[in-house]
Structures are given as C-alpha cells and as structure tokens.
C-alpha cells in the first residue's frame, strides 16, 4: 500500500539523504544505549536505558515523580554524565566528551527546564537572547540578534512583552517565554521538561498546542516530559495547520509519535499510543487514564 508522503516526511528524507542515510532509514538524534546514572553511593537513578530518537519522531515520556525523566533529559543533555552505558547525539558518542567538547552539538539542542528556569534579573528578550549570547558554537552577528528574539517571542505571540521581567508575567506566559527561549536558536532537538505542570488545562492547552506548532512548522524532534496523558494524546493526533493556525486531526495516519513510561530509573514500556492503551501493566495504565475519567 502507498505510503501517505507528508511536507514533513519528505523534508526528512532530504535531510537523511544529506546524512548519507538510506530512505525510511531515519537519522538517529538521540541513542541511550544501557545507559545507567548514579549519584555518589546510591542506588541508580536511570537503569540500563536503551532507546533511539530518530528524526522527526516526537516522544513524549511518561513516569512517576522520581522516576528519572528529568535526569533522563539531563543526561541527553550531557549535564548529568552516564555512570554506564553510551550516549549518543547526532550519531556522535559524547559519554565522555569533555565539556568544551560538547559546545558545538549542545547547540543543536533546545531546552525547556522543568519551572522554566527563567532569570529573575533579566527581562524577557535578555532571557531569550540567552542561548544567541552563550553558546560559544553560535556566533550571530549584533544586528540580527534583536530580529531572531522578536521573531522567537512572535512564535510564541509574546512580541509586547520583551521588556518585561518575568514576575511581571503569569505562570503560562513565562513557560511561553521558556520556548521561546529553546526554539531561538532553530535547534533539531528539543527537551520539554514538563512543560504544562502546575497550569490550568487551558494554559496548558496553549503550551502543548506551542510544542505542536513548533514540531509542524520546523520539522523538529522532540521528547516531551509530562504527566497529562491528554498532553501525548493531542501531539500524536493534531498537526499544526499554517492556514488556519489552528490544530487539526490527523486522521488514521497519525503523527511520527512514540511513548514512553519510567519506573524507578528503568524504561517499562516504549510503543505507540495503540500499544500504550492496550498494555494491561497496572503501573503503565495509570499513566494512559485521563483524569475526568479517574474522577468519574
Ligand atoms: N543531583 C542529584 N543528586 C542526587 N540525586 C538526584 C539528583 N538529581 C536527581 N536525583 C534523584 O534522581 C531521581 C529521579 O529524579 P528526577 O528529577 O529525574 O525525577 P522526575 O521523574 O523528573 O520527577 P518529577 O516528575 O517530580 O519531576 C530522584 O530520586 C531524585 O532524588
Ligand atoms: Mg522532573
């Protein structure tokens, strides 16, 4: 049967040809492989995790709190460094690269950190312009840097607020100025660290529909932390539509998307959103109900 050849797709595919990759033999951005991390004497806190991101796929990671996905993303990042096991960005080993090593393919990542992480002291465009200004593999010239914050905050649809600081800003205004942050520099990866806990389910809506918009418009990969099963369900079935600027469905061909569940530091479950609703692991399936239904 025909394959449905999506803009995406085929962006993807051109760019795995750069790569030197065979079609439908997808780039790998992201490769744990038995990757274990463990602080001073203590039990590990990931344990043994193998996965591939490839491009174009989104994962959105499920688990309990404490079960690692933070460190799961640190460790991607090279902030926290594997105890065992490889890690790979960009098909790069960079386990033990040292860390003026690791400027030029940190740059090829976006993060945004759990409670955004933003500078108190800085104003909003400061806090974007922060990645342009500090990482030392990006080197943009002065008259381009207002122009590339604008348009980031414009992605965001925060223009008006560049010279504000953020307590000036409500909690889902400030996980917005967060994106924008990890998008300003166009990277092909990005980390979403919880982006909608602590909203309200519009708010939250508004992020999520954000990350979509992102992954549509830039052809992005993306792993995204999050407790609300509705999160991963709204990025595997609507795509950003750029005439509309809303959300569509995408039908019965879905989007490249792939879940995730941790349990104390281990992967206990990686499929699609099909395989994911019909595992009967008790831990796994608390993660797939949706809240009005638990209260129900
Ligand atoms: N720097 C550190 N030193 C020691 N232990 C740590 C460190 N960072 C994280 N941990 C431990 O690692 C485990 C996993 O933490 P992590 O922050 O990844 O959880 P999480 O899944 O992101 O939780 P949450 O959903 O609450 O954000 C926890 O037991 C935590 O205490
Ligand atoms: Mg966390």
Redesign the pocket.
């Known amino acids: 049967m025909a394959e449905t050849v999506t803009a995406a797709t085929k962006i993807a595919q051109q760019a795995d040809a750069a790569d030197g990759l065979a079609a439908g033999d997808a780039a790998s951005l992201l490769r744990f492989e038995d990757v274990t991390v463990a ?1 001073a004497g ?1 039990q590990p ?1 990931l344990n043994r995790l193998s996965f591939n991101v490839r491009r174009g796929e989104t994962r959105i990671i499920l ?10 993303l ?1 460790t991607a990042m090279g902030l ?1 460094r594997a105890s065992g096991g490889r890690v790979f960005l960009f098909g790069e080993d960079v386990t033990n690269k040292a860390e003026t090593e690791l400027f030029g393919i940190r740059s090829k990542l976006g993060m945004l950190f ?1 409670e955004s992480a933003l500078f108190d002291s800085m104003t909003v465009a400061q806090n974007v312009a922060y990645p342009l200004l500090n990482q030392r593999a990006i080197v943009m010239p002065k008259d381009q840097m207002e122009p590339t914050v604008r348009s980031s905050l414009r992605f965001v649809e925060l223009e008006n607020t560049m010279d504000k600081y953020p307590s000036e800003l409500s909690g889902g205004m400030r996980r917005r100025v967060a994106i924008a942050r990890a998008v300003v520099t166009n990277p092909p990866l990005l980390l979403y ?2 982006p909608t ?1 602590g909203l309200d389910p519009i708010t939250a809506h508004t992020i999520m529909a954000l990350i979509v918009k992102e992954r549509d418009a830039n052809n992005t990969t993306a792993l995204v ?1 999050t ?1 609300r099963y509705q999160d991963g369900n709204l990025v595997a079935n609507f795509r950003y539509n750029p005439n509309s600027g809303r959300l569509d469905p995408v039908g019965p061909e879905g989007t490249n998307t792939i879940f995730m569940v ?1 349990k104390e ?1 281990c992967l206990v479950f990686e499929g699609s959103q099909a395989s994911l609703e019909a595992c009967t692991d008790t831990y796994v399936t608390k993660f797939v109900k949706r809240p009005q239904l638990e209260a129900a």
């Open positions: 602080f203590e806190v688990g309990a709190a404490g079960s690692g996905k933070t460190v799961l640190k926290i759990q660290d919880s806990a932390v407790h941790m530091g």
